[in-house]
Nanobody, 118 residues
Framework: QVQLVESGGGLVQAGGSLKLSCAASGSILRLDFMGWYRQAPGNQREFVAAISSRTGTNYADSVRGRFTISRDNAKNLLYLQMNSLKPEDTAVYYC????????????WGQGTQVTVST
């Protein structure tokens, strides 16, 4: 399984922007699913955005229009550009990647904290 390392989290004021990165240990060309999930304290991990060869680009309703997911196959990187951040976006953000047809075979990163202050 590929190893994933997230970076780019931090503290930002509401309305601000952050760009998260997820670095893969090898080529991401074979990873037909790459996505971002998040988990706030006391909540379950939830889907944020994904790029899949089967379904294209998808976003959670709560972030559509504010977040943009992209991937750079040459650099083996996945990105999440987050604009117009809200306090409710505060969470640990996780990168997830692997076969689109086998979610149980996908890898997770260790997460990066995003905190949005009022």
């Amino acid at each position: 399984q590929v190893q994933l390392v997230e970076s780019g989290g931090g503290l930002v004021q509401a309305g601000g922007s952050l760009k998260l990165s997820c670095a893969a240990s090898g080529s991401i060309l074979r990873l037909d699913f790459m996505g971002w999930y998040r988990q706030a304290p006391g909540n379950q991990r939830e889907f944020v955005a994904a790029i899949s060869s089967r379904t294209g680009t998808n976003y959670a309703d709560s972030v559509r229009g504010r977040f943009t997911i992209s991937r750079d196959n040459a650099k083996n990187l996945l990105y999440l550009q987050m604009n117009s951040l809200k306090p409710e976006d505060t969470a640990v953000y996780y990168c997830n990647a692997g076969p689109s047809s086998l979610p149980s075979r996908r890898s997770w990163g260790q997460g990066t904290q995003v905190t949005v202050s009022t």
